[in-house]
């Protein structure tokens, strides 16, 4: 058996929990939490191209003003379509007044007007 501390023994009572069981996340409710979001201007999606037509819907996200986090895995093998997504992904961040940049290897976020992706890595300082 686990002890819950704060958050989980107020949400699920009990002051243990079974060993093995889990909590689903996703269903509990917290009582500030529509105040927390009702000023939010967007959201962060997560989208995968699995082909570069797919590249229009994911567009359509960053128009709306939603920072989008774009998976490019399955075609990164292809050059044509690469390059073309690059071209595509520039001018969507040009219109929106936005950022575009290369955040991981396959891996590429598109920002609205007013959030800038800064380049640099932090690292820790050891």
Not at 40 to 46: K, N
Not at 48 to 54: A, G, K, P, T, V
Request: glycine content about 8%; aromatic content about 6%; proline content about 2%.
């Amino acid at each position: 058996m686990m002890k819950k501390s704060g958050i989980l023994r107020r949400h699920h009572g009990s002051e243990t929990l079974e060993e093995g069981s889990f909590l689903d996340l996703g269903a509990m409710q917290f009582e500030d939490e529509q105040a927390a979001l009702a000023g939010a201007r967007g959201s962060v999606r997560l989208a995968e191209l699995l082909r570069f037509e797919d590249l229009h819907q994911v567009s359509k996200f960053a128009y709306q003003g939603d920072i989008v986090l774009v998976d490019y895995t399955s075609i990164a093998n292809d050059q044509i379509a690469m390059k073309r997504m690059s071209i595509d992904l520039k001018n969507v961040a040009k219109d929106t007044g936005g950022d575009v940049a290369g955040i991981a290897k396959n891996l590429v976020a598109i920002t609205p007007a007013g959030i800038r992706i800064d380049r640099q890595k932090i690292r820790p300082s050891f």
